[in-house]
């Protein structure tokens, strides 16, 4: 079974996707950055998944944590054990 990559949803220049994208990249976790701002369809997807249209908005293997900073998002990969 493969493992899953983690989905991050952002917004074009919303700081804290920005943020997000650079803790992420510091911490060699590989991810799938889906740009909703230009893309509906995307926008669409995150707001079942999340139940609003804050970003970023992060999809690790079904578990969702939405409207964050990376202080909520270190405390959330270190649950799941990615750093």
Not at 26 to 51: C, N, R, W
Not at 62 to 82: C, M, N, S, T, Y
């Amino acid at each position: 079974m493969s493992a899953i990559i983690p989905r991050l949803f952002v917004k074009t220049g919303c700081p804290w996707c920005i943020g997000a994208i650079d803790f992420l990249n510091q911490h060699q976790i590989e991810f799938e950055e889906i740009v909703v701002s230009s893309d509906p369809t995307a926008m669409e997807e995150m707001v079942k998944l999340s139940g609003q249209t804050k970003a970023p908005t992060m999809d690790w293997n079904g578990e969702i944590l939405a409207d964050f900073g990376v202080e909520e998002l270190e405390p959330f990969l270190k649950e799941r054990h990615a750093i």
